[in-house]
Each structure stands twice: as structure tokens, then as C-alpha cells.
């Protein structure tokens, strides 16, 4: 399977995670939906053979030091790169500390947080090809 069809079938499965456990697990729901987020994005990126690493230092740094090629960061601030408005990159950097919140925090998340989010998330998983 290529890279951007391999990403994106990542980010349908967790996008439906999210959507599915939300209610009952709303810290698992907010992790999953940002990664949905973050590899329907890299997905695209593939698509448009973007190479983070000739763009940005911190991406270049963990190619050469760890092999890996996207970054949070990267991805975070470069959706401009795959079309994404400056109000889609927002809500994905909202996803992303959601996330934080619920992987690495004292605090919860609780299924309010999500209801809004998932929605505005969808919009931009639709346009990146991943769901719709």
C-alpha cells in the first residue's frame, strides 16, 4: 500500500475510534482523534511529496537523529502545505493539546470537549480525503 493511502486508512480507523468511545472513554477518544488528525495529514503531505525535512530544521533534526520523518510540530504548523485553512491548522493544534491533556496530564477529558471538535475534525478529515 503507498504511504498516503496507508496514512489515511490510519486516520479513518482512529477517527472512528474516537467517534465510537467517546462517551464511555473521552481520554482515548481525544488522543485517537488527534492522531486521525495528524496522519490524515501526513497522508496529504505524502500525496503532495512533501519533504518535511528540507523544510524545517526540527524535522530535518529527527530524520537525521531518529529516523523519523513527521513530526508533531511539522505537522502542527505546515497545513497550509495541503490546503488546510488557517482555521483547520487551529483546530488541529487544539486536538493536539486535548491530546496532551489526555495522555500526560493529571486532568481528564471529559466528552463535552470532544462534541464540537469531532465535528470540526470530520470537516477536515473529508477534505483531506480520509472520510465522505
Known sequence: MNP????KKKAKE???VAK???ATHPNVS?????????????GE???EHVQ??????????AMEQRGQKWTHSFVKNNGGLIGLSPRQC???RQAWMLRVVADYSLK???ASQLDELIERAADILECLGVIG
Open 30 to 42: 481525544a488522543s485517537r482523534l488527534y492522531y486521525a488528525l495528524f496522519q490524515g495529514s501526513v
Open 20 to 22: 465510537s468511545c467517546k
Open 14 to 16: 482512529n477517527y472512528d
Open 4 to 7: 498516503e493511502r496507508l496514512y
Open 52 to 61: 518535511p525535512q528540507q523544510i524545517d530544521r526540527g524535522a530535518a533534526d
Open 108 to 110: 481528564e477529558v471529559n
Open 45 to 47: 503531505f505524502e500525496k
Open 90 to 92: 487551529d483546530i488541529i
